[in-house]
Nanobody, 124 residues
Framework: QVQLVESGGGLVQAGGSLRLSCAAS????????MGWFRQAPGREREFVAW????????SYADSMKGRFTISRDNAKNTVYLQMNSLKPEDTAVYYC?????????????????WGQGTQVTVSS
């Protein structure tokens, strides 16, 4: 079993930055691939970013490329999402997800473990 706890959300003006953190426990963190997803009201959960076990490979949704950066610190059992140049359309609940292996890292249905989410609100 894996427990995930996100933090770092909040209210920010357009153009601003936030860094989300997701602390993991319950299983060897370095054996997990990690993903960030988000869900806005009335919309389906969407892929944001993914990172492999060692942090040597990452992937982003097209609309986040160049603005968001995913990273991990296996010594701290934590994955991060640095979000820059935020836009009002980035407003959503952001979730981290984990799994030992996913066949499709952008498909939220492939992840077994989820945090409770953290709200990000970007004002215009």
């Amino acid at each position: 079993q894996v427990q995930l706890v996100e933090s770092g959300g909040g209210l920010v003006q357009a153009g601003g930055s936030l860094r989300l953190s997701c602390a993991a426990s319950g299983r060897s963190f370095s054996s997990l691939v990690m993903g960030w997803f988000r869900q806005a009201p009335g919309r389906e959960r969407e892929f944001v970013a993914w990172i492999n076990w060692r942090g040597s490979s990452t992937s982003y949704a097209d609309s986040m490329k160049g603005r968001f950066t995913i990273s991990r610190d296996n010594a701290k059992n934590t994955v991060y999402l640095q979000m820059n140049s935020l836009k009002p359309e980035d407003t959503a609940v952001y979730y981290c997800a984990a799994d030992p292996y996913v066949s499709s890292y952008s498909d939220w249905r492939k992840y077994d473990y989820w945090g409770q989410g953290t709200q990000v609100t970007v004002s215009s």
